[in-house]
């Protein structure tokens, strides 16, 4: 943080002292004033909320009428609160009206400028999110109670369309794409006159069109905000407090769900940039069916018919266990060596002693065993907490398999290829990848060097660098070679 900007936690309240700046803040805490992005904050509902001093006091006879007092104010809560909901709701549809109408609708206009591919890019499925509020603020109307806003259900509406929130999650995660696009077209002017055209023709408020595309990565992140204050001021004996409890779990689940789709997403750079690294590799990219490294580790792999064994190191990923050969001296260097579909494996635990099968003594294994073709792959580990790790990784990879199903996760065909792009230009921008085995592990007998080179250079390329010998300077220790 700069000097006069404002530290805070959650949940802490700031008085804003001074709000001419969209952007940022004035504001003082306990601590002290400074500076804070208005952004991360959100005005509080109830500006005249009672503190424990202001609370009403109650005498010996006078018990009945502070507490209908007392039930008064917190059901004036829950009506601000419910208020505020429903007022945020039709500036939220005002907003999404206003880009769908004001923006996207002018620039399907100029077919010059814009491709279908650029729009999807840059607005995401922005329309869909329009569509589904529609119908949630619709929901919600129905549900307000106008002659005693208190009374009003509101949780069970959440519950209805907490499926349809869902779809918040492609946004997020195209968001920076559409960030970088944003900021590559108004780098021309022509794009920035057509913007802010587009925005004075639908009368709208003084921001720019970026700031209007971040307004649903933050809606969908108040929800839990906006349904835990509603429970706060929500009596027990309330009929909408049990569905206002669930709704708060439910939109929290939700949040969840968007969050680990964009680490997931985030997450399949590395793996391209990875993949990228290996050496020799064969076969589709891991990214066709993988997104996520669950676990990774050196094993012992026991081959047939002679029960041949050999050191692998395995990369346990959604779908399918990648396993690769270290390089005899560069042990960073990877080879690809093979993969196993673990769709189609069942892992099987083997007790310590002689395998049936291959008739060898086995300590730490277990089998992938494919049910379909009957192959098996015994694989042992150093250590038996080593196994332990391997099997609950396996579990935890099955589970991972599972909920993305049951929440229809997937990596399109777009991030997939722009992921892998991303790799080879930083693959071409950083250490050069070897082609190949080194030079001295090829069975090439006279390679072709300069005669102009002198012998101690060739010497030094041909072979492989050894650390400096200790024996003479061990030998130059000892008494008679002393002078």
Not at 60 to 69: F, N, Q
């Amino acid at each position: 943080m700069d000097d006069q900007e404002l530290g805070f936690k959650a949940g802490d309240v700031i008085e804003v002292m001074d709000a001419t700046n969209r952007e940022w803040w004035w504001g003082r805490v306990a601590d002290g004033e400074g500076w804070f992005p208005a952004s991360f904050v959100r005005l509080r509902v109830n500006q005249d909320e009672p503190t424990d001093e202001e609370a009403p006091q109650t005498g010996d006879g006078k018990a009945e009428d502070g507490g209908t007092e007392a039930q008064s104010s917190k059901d004036q809560m829950r009506t601000n609160v419910i208020n505020e909901i429903l007022s945020t709701e039709r500036d939220y549809i005002k907003h999404l009206r206003d880009i769908c109408e004001g923006y996207i609708r002018q620039c399907r206009k100029r077919a010059d400028m814009f491709s279908e591919e650029q729009l999807r890019t840059i607005f995401g499925n922005i329309e869909d999110i329009y569509r589904c509020q529609k119908a949630f603020v619709k929901a919600l109307e129905q549900k307000f109670n106008r002659e005693r806003p208190h009374l009003s259900e509101l949780g069970a509406c959440f519950l209805e369309h907490q499926a349809d929130f869902q779809i918040y999650s492609e946004y997020c995660n195209n968001h920076p794409n559409a960030c970088v696009e944003l900021s590559r077209l108004t780098k021309l002017s022509k794009y920035v006159y057509f913007f802010e055209a587009c925005r004075l023709l639908q009368k709208m408020i003084d921001i720019s069109l970026d700031g209007f595309l971040l307004t649903p990565v933050q809606k969908i992140c108040k929800y839990p905000l906006q349904l835990a204050e509603l429970l706060k001021y929500t009596h027990p004996q309330h009929r909408d407090f049990k569905d206002v409890e669930a709704a708060l779990h439910a939109m929290r689940n939700v949040a969840q769900l968007i969050n680990e789709r964009k680490r997931r997403l985030e997450n399949i750079d590395k793996i391209a940039q990875w993949q990228s690294s290996i050496e020799d590799w064969e076969g589709e990219d891991l990214l066709v069916r993988s997104s996520e490294l669950i676990y990774s580790g050196e094993l012992t792999r026991v081959t047939q018919p002679q029960a041949k064994s050999q050191q692998r190191m395995f990369f346990l990923f959604d779908h399918q266990l990648i396993y690769c050969k270290k390089d005899l001296l560069r042990r960073d260097v990877l080879y690809y060596k093979g993969r196993l579909d673990m769709d189609g494996l069942e892992v099987v635990d083997l007790e310590d002693g002689k395998d049936r099968d291959l008739h060898v003594s086995i300590k730490n294994a277990f089998r992938l065993h494919c049910n379909a073709s009957g192959v098996s792959h015994l694989l042992c580990a150093r250590k038996p907490e080593q196994k332990q790790r391997w099997l609950k990784a396996f579990a935890r990879e099955r589970e991972q398999v599972r909920l993305d199903q049951e929440t229809g996760f997937s990596i399109t065909e777009l991030q997939r290829k722009q992921a892998m792009l991303n790799a080879s230009k930083q693959q071409a921008t950083g250490k050069p990848k070897a082609v190949g085995r080194p030079c001295y592990l090829t069975r090439q007998k006279h390679p072709l060097l300069p005669a102009s080179r002198p012998q101690q250079q060739v010497l030094v390329l041909a072979e492989p660098r050894r650390k400096p010998s200790t024996f003479w300077h061990s030998i130059s220790r000892l008494a008679p070679f002393r002078k």
